[in-house]
């Protein structure tokens, strides 16, 4: 989280919603409490239309792929630096 928000005002934004949206739900308590997710999970997606879509219900517009499984540690730095990338493109400075 701390280098999200020195990447740029907008990973500023994303790393304080993420954090405030982790204590609102709780997030931490659901890492500890369950095998799977992390100790330091930030978010979960609750939404019905999530599960709709990801079980392909006929009633959605298209059906998706689901990714199910992500390398976490290897994804992590890939995202940073596309934000810290994005920014310094456009000139921002944090």
Do not use: C, K
């Amino acid at each position: 989280m701390p280098r999200l928000r020195r990447a740029s005002a907008v990973g500023h934004l994303l790393a304080r919603q993420a954090g405030a949206r982790a204590i609102d739900a709780d997030m931490s308590t659901l890492g500890r409490d369950h095998p799977g997710p992390p100790d330091d999970l930030l978010n979960f997606p609750y939404g019905p239309v999530t599960y709709a879509i990801a079980a392909e219900w006929p009633g959605a517009e298209r059906p998706v792929t689901v990714v199910t499984r992500i390398d976490g540690r290897a994804f992590g730095p890939l995202w940073l630096d596309a934000v810290e990338a994005a920014a310094t493109a456009r000139g921002a400075r944090w």
